[in-house]
């Protein structure tokens, strides 16, 4: 069974850092990209970083470049996003995705194949 399992969210003040977890089963892991998304309240879910694991490659939006991130630990199945200062409008529920990989559009919820649950981030002002 694929299990995606992200942790690590919380309240957190602006200018401050939370480190997300995605731990990953169930498939074989060297073989995806891992994909970090987020949706805000009304708004349309949106692609933040991802990785290979297969060679270390990442994408980062715009939005968080300079401030997140991405990072694996293949031996533990285990994407991290560390995320530093953060701002009120990175609140968002936190989701990972893995896609198997090959040549895709890292930001687009559609090449994924798995999902997470999600982790609530807050930022407040």
């Known amino acids: 069974e694929v299990q995606l399992v992200e942790s690590g969210g919380g309240l957190v003040q602006a200018g401050g850092s939370l480190r997300l977890s995605c731990a990953a089963s169930g498939f074989t892991f060297d073989d995806y990209a891992i994909g970090w998304f987020r949706q805000a309240p009304g708004k349309e879910r949106e692609g933040v970083s991802c990785i290979s694991s297969s060679d270390g490659s990442t994408y980062y939006a715009d939005s968080v470049k300079g401030r997140f991130t991405i990072s694996s630990d293949n031996a533990k199945n285990t994407v991290y996003l560390q995320m530093n200062s953060l701002k009120p409008e990175d609140t968002a529920v936190y989701y990972c995705?893995?896609?198997?990989?090959?040549?895709?559009?890292?930001?687009?919820?559609?090449?994924?194949?798995?999902w997470g649950q999600g982790t609530q981030v807050t930022v407040s002002s």
């Open positions: 995705a893995a896609a198997l990989w090959r040549p895709l559009s890292p930001g687009s919820v559609n090449e994924y194949d798995y």
